[in-house]
């Protein structure tokens, strides 16, 4: 009787634990998709997307509908914080999507709409089977599991062509810290919540994407100094510049 009552309490315990785990999670995640916002802002000012690549939105957006489906009672019960804040980024990720679609040029802009609507797609192809042509849970579960790990793992690579740039341009301009920050929380909150019960459809990306988030953060601070340097150069050329013209100006002032 007392181990069993034991048995209870420990089950009890981990099962707080792991809904304030989750909570935590829910609130870095919320952090995570919100930190492209000043670089929408800059987008939105500048009126274009210039450089900024629309691959981590895309990923981060499938990778949303997939964890929603899967934390649905009917794929993988007692996972509803998973639901609320997959289901939010889907939102988000829609709205980032949306501006990229209207900020970029006609070419990007068509690459852009593609990807989206084979995202609808392929989102509700496995929606359908998922839920019609399989009928037991676990089955469900390990299916959508599955496919979870595959676009999670792609939203934590999308980066990936971003950290490429900056390599090549030895810049961190294009590689905002506060994403990689909330990438780094992110993957330690949630592969932390995997483990409690262990989850390996949520504890193997996440893994995955915390090694990725340090690579990044390893990336910016090797970069920090030149980015600075580089910065500093275009801002005295454009003086330079300015101070030029108005000589320039002046002279045939004088000239007349």
């Given amino acids: 009787m007392g181990e069993e009552l034991g048995d209870i309490m420990t089950a009890a315990a981990a099962h707080i634990a792991r809904t304030i785990i989750g909570v935590i999670g829910n609130i ?41 489906l899967y934390g649905l009672p009917m794929v993988h019960p007692d996972s509803v914080l998973v639901v609320t804040i997959n289901g939010s980024g889907c939102v988000i990720e829609i709205i980032y999507v949306t501006l990229f679609l ?77 994403i990689s920050l909330a990438s780094f929380g992110n993957g330690v909150a949630w592969t932390t ?33 030149s980015t600075k340097m580089q910065i500093a150069a275009r801002k005295a050329n454009k003086i330079e510049v300015d101070l030029s013209q108005v000589v320039v100006a002046n002279g045939n002032k004088q000239s007349k």
């Fill in 193 to 225: 919540y995997s483990l409690l019960p262990f989850d390996k459809f949520i504890t193997i990306p996440n893994g995955i994407g915390t090694l990725f988030s340090v690579a990044q953060l390893i990336l910016y601070a090797t970069y920090y100094k």
């Fill in 28 to 68: 870095i995640s919320g952090f995570l998709f919100l930190s492209p916002v000043p670089t929408f802002i800059a987008i939105w000012k500048k009126g274009s997307v210039e450089q900024f690549s629309p691959a981590p939105y895309l990923a981060t957006l499938v990778n949303c509908m997939v964890w929603t």
């Fill in 102 to 178: 209207i900020y970029s040029d006609g070419n990007k802009r068509l690459k852009v709409l593609m990807w989206l609507v084979v995202e609808l797609v392929f989102i509700a192809a496995l929606t359908f089977v998922t839920l019609s042509l399989v009928h037991d849970v676990a089955k469900r579960s390990a299916i959508v599991g599955t496919t979870c790990i595959v676009f999670n793992i792609m939203m934590y690579v999308a980066p990936l062509a971003v950290m490429k740039l900056v390599i090549m341009t030895k810049s961190i301009e294009y590689m905002p810290l506060s």
